[in-house]
């Protein structure tokens, strides 16, 4: 029984194109995370949320839009994909107010 | 938060206590050192977090200098499966932002 599941685990697609992250998590959790790491492993946060507001948006492009309906699930949306979007997408989620967070598996996106 | 210095990498025998080194000098009274690895092609995963007193889990001991300016990870009997990149953050407890560096990369060797 997954604590943190991510669909899909690998993604590949053309450039241009628009699609989305699944995540949900079953920790009864309140903040939820996305993370990306990049070709040269560096892991780095991009959004958090707390109950389902934004709290943390760090520089990234307008491109990308977390989405979360419910405290249990953060989708990430990108639109325009572009060459540099390839990454490995992780998301998270903790208590709020720990910093022991619990990751996902990870969505590996590629795109060409 | 405060940044944190790791060995690119450090190998160990399989079966013998693996001991990561961290340096936090710039580290503020009220940030936690927190502890994480990241199997190959796996999610991070906690280890294990404390303030200042040496803590220990079913996983490892952190060990804490005085000073809080360095800290030590021990993997008391390191297996192969331990082989991951180790990451070391300082960050406040309250929510704190998880802020990744290059981590150690652990070889356990047989």
């Known amino acids: 029984d997954t604590a943190v599941s991510q669909t899909p685990k690998y993604l590949v697609t053309q450039m241009g194109n628009d699609k989305s992250i699944k995540c949900e998590q079953n920790?009864?959790?309140?903040?939820m995370y996305w993370y990306k790491q990049d070709s040269k492993k560096f892991l780095k946060i991009m959004f958090s949320?707390?109950?389902?507001?934004?709290?943390i948006n760090e520089t990234v492009p307008n491109r990308f839009s977390p989405k979360s309906p419910d405290k249990a699930h953060l989708n990430l949306h990108i639109n325009s994909l572009e060459l540099g979007d390839s990454a490995v997408y992780f998301c998270?989620?903790?208590?709020?107010?720990?910093?022991?967070?619990?990751f996902g598996q990870g969505t590996r996106l590629t795109v060409v | 938060d405060a940044k944190t210095t790791q060995p690119p990498s450090m190998d160990c025998a399989e079966g013998r206590a693996a001991n990561l080194p961290c340096n936090h000098s710039?580290?503020?009274?009220?940030?936690?050192v927190y502890w994480y690895r990241q199997i190959h092609s796996q999610g991070p995963q906690y280890i294990i977090h404390?303030?200042?007193n040496n803590e220990t889990n079913e996983m490892a001991s952190l060990i804490i200098t005085e000073d809080r300016k360095s800290s030590t990870l021990i993997l008391p009997h390191a297996t192969l499966r331990d082989t991951a990149v180790y990451y070391c953050?300082?960050?406040?407890?309250?929510?704190?932002?998880?802020?990744f560096g290059q981590g150690t990369e652990l070889s356990v060797k047989p």
């Open positions: 404390g303030l200042k």
């Open positions: 949320y707390n109950n389902k507001e934004l709290i």
């Open positions: 710039t580290i503020s009274g009220n940030e936690y």
């Open positions: 953050i300082a960050v406040y407890n309250q929510g704190g932002k998880l802020i």
């Open positions: 998270a989620s903790s208590l709020e107010g720990y910093t022991e967070a619990f």
């Open positions: 920790l009864g959790h309140d903040t």
